[in-house]
């Protein structure tokens, strides 16, 4: 079972314009979510993370909105540019020593200028 | 230069063999993973490791074994590798203590079991 789903599965946006890409899960225990970028040919990198205490996270051109009542978040990309094009993973985790993360099946976002 | 490094990047196998898939980390962390990436299902944990001489199952371990024999290295052993073990396979490493902590990923190895 997937705790962790993103839609869409594929995106398509002009340069420019805001990319958003959403993220539910199932797990109530989950308090950390933390979003991964991956270029074609390379491993996932962190792109940003939130903590459930909190309801928004922005860095630069990047912010995640989370509503814990209704298990949801998302990632904002404003003003997307060519280079953001990637795959785009939420995860989460419940804490611990293990630090092991769920991830989400993936968003690929192309940015068409 | 990278903290975390697969071998081999790109490995085919026969129905039945041994694979064994390596890793190694520079950041000196005590904890190591190991996922298979395929579509439709993100990235899912075979295995990891709190240091030196432990590992533990993932949420898909069977089929799997893991060996961790230093702080910088960790393997993955597919003892008679099986066709829906055709994936892209990435090792990484996570800080001490790690709660809420950020994992560094290696590049990746491609692995074909034909």
């Known amino acids: 079972q997937q705790q962790v789903r993103q839609s869409p599965q594929s995106l398509t946006v002009w340069e420019g314009e805001t990319a958003i890409l959403n993220c539910s899960y199932e797990n109530s225990a989950f308090d950390y979510f933390p979003w991964y970028q991956q270029f074609p040919g390379e491993g996932p990198a962190l792109l940003i993370s939130i903590l459930s205490v909190s309801n928004k996270k922005e860095d630069g051109r990047f912010t995640i909105f989370f509503n814990k009542r209704e298990k949801k978040l998302s990632l904002h990309i404003a003003d997307s540019q060519p280079g953001d094009s990637a795959t785009y993973f939420c995860a989460a985790n419940t804490g611990g020593l293990s630090g092991k993360l769920t991830f989400g099946e993936g968003t690929q976002v192309t940015v068409i200028s | 230069e990278a903290a975390v490094t697969q071998s081999p990047r790109n490995k085919v196998a026969v129905t039945g063999g041994k694979v064994t898939l390596s890793c190694n980390q520079t950041?000196?962390?005590?904890?190591m993973y190991w996922y298979r990436q395929d579509t439709g299902h993100g990235l899912r944990l075979i295995h990891y490791?709190?240091?030196?001489?432990?590992?533990e199952k993932g949420d898909i371990p069977d089929g799997y074994k893991a060996s961790r024999p230093s702080q910088e290295n960790f393997s993955l052993i597919l003892e008679l590798a099986t066709p829906s073990q055709t994936s892209v396979y990435f090792c990484?490493?996570?800080?001490?203590?790690?709660?809420?902590?950020?994992?560094?990923f290696g590049p990746g190895t491609r692995l074909t079991v034909l």
């Open positions: 950041n000196n962390h005590n904890n």
């Open positions: 490791s709190y240091g030196a001489g432990s590992t």
């Open positions: 990484a490493s996570g800080d001490p203590g790690g709660a809420h902590a950020e994992q560094f």
